[in-house]
């Protein structure tokens, strides 16, 4: 939903085909037919776990679909992460018809923590996340966006958050938003910041933890695997199934994870794809909205502005221009 990658027309057509029934039964089989990971990430998998020594403090994933705008600029801003000496980058080719292999193998060979790895086919966004949590080799997750820029102590910040905080599952916080692509969260034209609230169920109704957040593996042990069938709303979804299921989130006070690009052929705000981002909307709020104490109703029509209809919640309730 919040997460930038762009598709061809035909592939939307394709999905928009699919059924509000078939598409309704896929919330509760999750990952049913996830597609075959490549020799590589099997053996990488099949490796034997390092120790709690040597294991990374947080593995990071990465789509890259499509990203030549992108991918330069992205990695010369994570490799500035405070502790990025300490992660693992899991860099997951989607079978990208772009040239971002040549600049990643510049960074490959002087980055032994950054693992690379190209997929025969594209399995989607949240497909291609499952490949990166079934390789990752630390108890903490988080997905770091092509189009996206984080905080230069983003993810120290919210490992420390999770380690002092052992019933939580996830943290998150606050984040800015831009309409410029490449700039970085110290140089930047952004004129709203998103101030989520703390971590209640009634929140759900949009999708709280927003575009960066962290989380503990053991959350897919208990609670599943993206939905791949989404298009644009697995995260949203996956969120809500698990704290149905009794999972807690936590807001980090007077953090900001970092700077969101809003990219107009991105997932979450492409126009050709909104049809399909309303009928994931409607669905979601179909099966969890017992869980917010003043459930939205499924939505009527096609929201305004470019923006689905939980982006507008949170824009609408949560964004703040900066003065």
């Known amino acids: 939903m919040f997460f930038s990658r762009n598709r061809s027309l035909k592939f939307i057509a394709v999905l928009f085909s699919i059924s509000f029934i078939y598409l309704s039964n896929s919330v509760s089989a999750f990952s049913r037919n996830p597609i075959p990971l490549p020799t590589k990430a099997k053996k990488i998998i099949k490796k034997k776990k390092p120790s709690a020594v040597n294991r990374p403090r947080v593995s990071i994933i990465t789509s890259i679909f499509k990203g030549d705008e992108f991918i330069k600029g992205f990695l010369a801003d994570i490799v500035q992460q405070s502790i990025f000496k300490h992660c693992e980058l899991i860099l997951i080719n989607a079978n990208s018809p772009g040239k971002e292999e ?193 459930p939205q109703q499924p939505t009527k029509g096609i929201a305004s502005e470019g923006y689905s209809y939980h982006e507008i919640l949170h824009h609408r309730y949560f964004a703040i221009p900066l003065d």
């Open 102 to 294: 040549s600049i990643i193998k510049q960074y490959v060979p002087r980055y032994p923590n950054i693992r690379y790895i190209k997929l025969g086919k594209d399995p989607g966004l949240y497909g291609v996340w499952n490949v990166g949590i079934k390789m990752a080799l630390s108890d903490f997750i988080t997905n770091a966006n092509l189009d996206d820029r984080r905080n230069p102590r983003s993810l120290e910040i919210e490992a420390k958050a999770l380690e002092q905080n052992p019933s939580v599952d996830l943290v998150y916080g606050d984040f800015l938003c831009t309409k410029r692509a490449n700039e970085t969260f110290k140089h930047h034209t952004a004129k709203t910041i998103v101030k989520h609230p703390d971590f209640q169920l009634c929140y759900m109704s949009s999708c709280l933890p927003g575009p960066q957040p962290m989380w503990r593996k053991s959350m897919h042990t208990k609670y599943g695997l993206f939905d791949e069938k989404f298009l644009s709303c697995g995260d949203w979804e996956m969120w809500c199934r698990a704290v149905s299921k009794g999972s807690r989130f936590k807001k980090i006070p007077n953090f900001v994870t970092g700077l969101y690009y809003y990219n107009p052929a991105g997932l979450s705000t492409d126009e050709a794809k909104l049809e399909i981002r309303t009928m994931e909307y409607n669905l979601i709020v179909k099966t969890y909205r017992y869980l917010w104490a003043k």
